[in-house]
């Protein structure tokens, strides 16, 4: 999986997700969104995180649909969404569940931040 597009509109299927091993030898910033195109939270999130994402192109933007037994979203605990996980070279700075517009300021200021 190539981790370089700026941003992915649809939500990527299971199969066409990275592995968990994939996502921690990443380099630079990433910022990993799990959802649904039908989750009615993740519509109502989209236009903010795709407007800090276009303000923001030095982040690779993945979105990776979810559910039940999805083993990247599981290693990531992830139970609501959308859940945003925000990482440098691998690492998570911040992990997100259903933020509001102050958090997601916030976590893109931390994950840009020197």
């Given at each position: 999986?190539?981790?370089?597009?700026?941003?992915?509109?649809?939500?990527?299927?299971?199969?066409?997700?990275?592995?968990?091993?994939?996502?921690?030898?990443?380099?630079?910033?990433?910022?990993?969104?799990?959802?649904?195109?039908?989750?009615?939270?993740?519509?109502?999130?989209?236009?903010?995180?795709?407007?800090?994402?276009?303000?923001?192109?030095?982040?690779?933007?993945?979105?990776?649909?979810?559910?039940?037994?999805?083993?990247?979203?599981?290693?990531?605990?992830?139970?609501?969404?959308?859940?945003?996980?925000?990482?440098?070279?691998?690492?998570?700075?911040?992990?997100?569940?259903?933020p509001g517009v102050a958090?997601?300021?916030?976590?893109?200021?931390?994950?840009?931040?020197?």
């Amino acid at each position: 999986m190539h981790l370089g597009q700026a941003m992915t509109v649809d939500y990527l299927a299971e199969t066409q997700a990275p592995t968990r091993a994939e996502i921690d030898k990443t380099a630079g910033l990433v910022l990993l969104e799990f959802g649904t195109d039908w989750c009615g939270f993740c519509r109502a999130a989209a236009p903010q995180v795709e407007s800090l994402v276009r303000r923001h192109p030095e982040i690779k933007h993945l979105k990776v649909e979810d559910g039940p037994g999805r083993p990247l979203g599981r290693s990531f605990r992830v139970k609501l969404w959308p859940n945003l996980v925000f990482l440098r070279d691998g690492v998570v700075v911040r992990q997100l569940a259903r933020p509001g517009v102050a958090e997601l300021h916030a976590a893109f200021d931390a994950l840009t931040a020197a």
